[in-house]
C-alpha cells in the first residue's frame, strides 16, 4: 500500500475515534518530517525504461508524439525525492520534472490542501480570472507571491506557464516603453486602425536584446530571445533581433576574478554596442532579457557585476529589464530569488517565473502595469488551485527554514563534485553552482550521456543540458544523506568510464 493511500486511511480512522483535524493528522503521521517515509533507497527491477513503460509509450505513440518520453511514472508510489516508474523501479530524483517539483511527490501538506473542505471550490472551479476573480484571491496572493516577491516588487501577475509568462512580460516591458515615448499621452487614432493590420506607427519596430545559448520559452516572441537548441526554432519565423555573447566564465569563479571581470566587461560594451548597432537601423531595443543562469544552455553563470551592469545599461537608456527566474527561482539556490544574490543597483523591472512555483506568471515594477484592462489577458491568466498549494509550498519554506538547508546540501554537494572532478580530472571539469542548482562537465557528449545512463541503472535519475553538462535540480527537501546516494553511485558510474 502506498504512503498516500496509507495516509488517507489514518486520516479517516482516526477521526471517526478522536476529534482532530486533518493537518494535526497528518503532522503525526509524518513526524518528524517527510524525508522519514522515503524509500531506503533506489531499487531497480528492470531495465528503465522497462516493459510497461515500452507498452505504453507504443501505446501513446498511436495518439502523439513520444520522442521526448522517458518512461512512465507511478505518481502513487513516489515520495519525497524518490521517483517510482509503472516497472517498480525507485529512482533518487535529482531532475525533478525538469526542476518543477518544490517539496519532493506526495508531500503530506499538499495533499492536506487538497483534501481542506476549504479548497473545494477552487480545485473544481478554474475562473477566468481577469474578469471574475473569487472572493479569496486577493488574499490568496498577499498570502503566497506577494509574501515571497523579489526586494523592491509588489506588483504581480499569474499567469499558466513559464513560457507565457515571459511572452506577457516582454508586451508589459514593449507597452511600458511606447507609453514613455509618447510621453504618457493616449495612442493617436492613427496607431489604433494601423495595429489592427500589423503596421506602424501602432505596430511599432521595437525589439529585445537577448543571449546566445538562451532559453526563455517557445511562443513566438520568447523564442526570438531563445538561441539553445535548434529542435526549438526550426521552421518558425521569428524577428531579426539582437543577440550578444554569454560570458564565458572559468571556474571556480572566485579563483578567476581577473580574467571573468575582463570577459564581462568586455560583453557589456558588446551590449551597448548591439544596442546602438539596432537603433540606428530602425528597431529600436526596448529592453533586455537574461536569464540569473544559462540553464538549458549549459548551466553557464555569471558574475553579480555582470548583471549589476545590465541594470545600469537599461536604467541609462530608458528600457526594460527582465529577469527570467522561470528555473532559478523558489529557493533552488538558497535564496528565494537568483537573482538576490546579484546586488543589483535597482530592481529588475519584469521578474518571470514557473517551474518550482506551481504557478507561472510575472512581478512588475508599478509603472509596468498596463493601463486599460485586457492588454494583459488570456481566458484563465493563471489557475487558483495552484495558488492553494503554492500556499503551503511557502509555509513549508518557512517553517522548516529550507532555505538554509539548500545552502548547507548545496555546499556538500558542490564538495562531492569537486573531489569527483580532482579523482576523473580526464573526464571531469567545471564543478559550479549556487545551493543546489549546481552543474558539472564532462569531456565528451557520449561519455555524459553514457554515464546519465549507467546512473538510472543504479536507480539515480539526472538531467543534460548544454553540449556536456550533467546539471541538478532537486527538490528543497534534498538533503546530504541523498548527495551520499548519489556520490556512492557516481563514483562506481565514473570509475567504469576512466577504464
Not at 380 to 404: F, H, T, Y
Request: glycine fraction near 8%; include cysteine; aromatic fraction near 8%.
Amino acid at each position: 500500500m502506498s504512503v498516500t493511500r496509507g495516509i488517507n486511511r489514518l486520516l479517516r480512522n482516526v477521526k471517526k475515534s478522536v476529534n482532530i483535524s486533518e493537518r494535526q493528522v497528518l503532522a503525526l503521521a509524518y513526524q518528524p518530517n517527510v524525508n522519514d517515509f522515503e524509500p531506503n533507497g533506489p531499487r531497480v527491477v528492470t531495465d528503465i525504461p522497462g516493459p510497461r513503460s515500452k507498452q505504453l509509450i507504443e501505446q501513446l505513440d498511436q495518439i502523439q508524439n513520444v520522442g521526448a518520453v522517458h518512461f512512465f511514472c507511478d505518481y502513487d508510489n513516489s515520495h519525497g525525492n524518490y521517483l517510482a516508474d509503472v516497472d517498480g523501479n525507485v529512482m533518487l530524483d535529482l531532475f525533478t520534472q525538469i526542476s518543477s517539483v518544490p517539496l519532493g511527490y506526495n508531500h503530506p501538506a499538499l495533499i492536506n490542501a487538497v483534501s481542506k473542505p476549504e479548497n473545494l471550490s477552487t480545485f473544481v472551479n478554474r475562473p477566468a480570472l481577469g474578469v471574475y476573480p473569487p472572493a479569496d484571491w486577493v488574499s490568496r496572493l498577499q498570502n503566497t507571491l506577494v509574501s515571497v516577491a523579489p526586494p523592491g516588487m509588489n506588483h504581480v501577475q499569474t499567469m499558466a506557464c513559464g513560457t507565457c509568462s515571459v511572452e506577457h512580460g516582454m508586451k508589459a516591458v514593449f507597452m511600458k516603453f511606447m507609453s514613455d515615448a509618447r510621453g504618457g499621452m493616449p495612442p493617436s487614432q492613427e496607431a489604433l486602425e494601423s495595429c489592427i493590420i500589423n503596421k506602424a506607427p501602432g505596430s511599432p519596430s521595437l525589439s529585445f536584446l537577448s543571449f546566445n545559448n538562451s532559453f526563455h520559452g517557445r511562443t513566438m516572441g520568447a523564442l526570438a530571445c531563445s538561441h539553445s537548441k535548434w529542435l526549438h526554432k526550426l521552421d518558425f519565423p521569428v524577428p531579426d533581433w539582437p543577440i550578444v555573447r554569454f560570458p564565458n566564465l572559468k571556474y571556480p569563479l572566485e579563483e578567476n576574478v581577473v580574467e571573468n571581470r575582463t570577459e564581462e566587461s568586455k560583453i557589456l560594451e558588446e551590449v551597448e554596442d548591439k544596442i546602438d548597432e539596432y537603433n540606428k537601423k530602425g528597431q529600436t531595443v526596448a529592453g533586455i532579457i537574461v536569464e540569473p543562469v544559462q540553464c538549458e544552455g549549459g548551466d553557464k553563470f555569471a558574475t553579480p557585476y555582470f548583471f549589476q551592469g545590465l541594470r545600469d545599461i537599461t536604467n541609462k537608456r530608458g528600457m526594460g529589464f527582465i529577469i527570467d527566474e522561470v528555473q532559478t527561482g523558489c529557493g533552488a539556490t538558497g535564496k528565494f530569488w537568483a537573482h538576490e544574490h546579484f546586488n543589483l543597483t535597482d530592481s529588475p523591472d519584469i521578474v518571470s517565473f514557473s517551474k518550482k512555483m506551481l504557478t507561472g506568471g510575472f512581478y512588475k515594477k508599478v509603472t509596468f502595469k498596463p493601463k486599460e484592462g485586457h492588454r494583459i489577458f488570456n481566458t484563465w491568466v493563471g489557475d487558483p488551485s495552484k495558488i492553494a498549494l503554492l500556499e503551503e509550498v511557502v509555509k513549508v519554506i518557512r517553517e522548516d527554514n529550507l532555505l538554509d538547508s539548500v545552502k548547507v546540501t548545496g555546499e556538500y554537494l558542490m564538495s562531492g563534485l569537486f573531489n569527483m572532478q580532482s579523482k576523473y580530472p580526464g573526464i571531469l571539469s567545471n564543478t559550479r553552482g549556487l545551493g543546489t542548482l549546481c552543474a558539472i562537465d564532462f569531456n565528451t557528449t557520449d561519455n555524459r550521456d553514457k554515464a546519465m545512463a549507467d546512473l538510472r541503472k543504479k536507480g539515480v535519475h539526472t538531467g543534460a543540458c548544454g553540449p556536456t553538462s550533467l546539471r541538478f535540480r532537486t527538490t528543497l527537501l534534498f538533503k546530504t544523506k541523498h548527495v551520499d546516494v548519489f556520490m556512492e553511485r557516481f563514483d562506481d558510474v565514473l570509475s567504469q568510464l576512466n577504464k
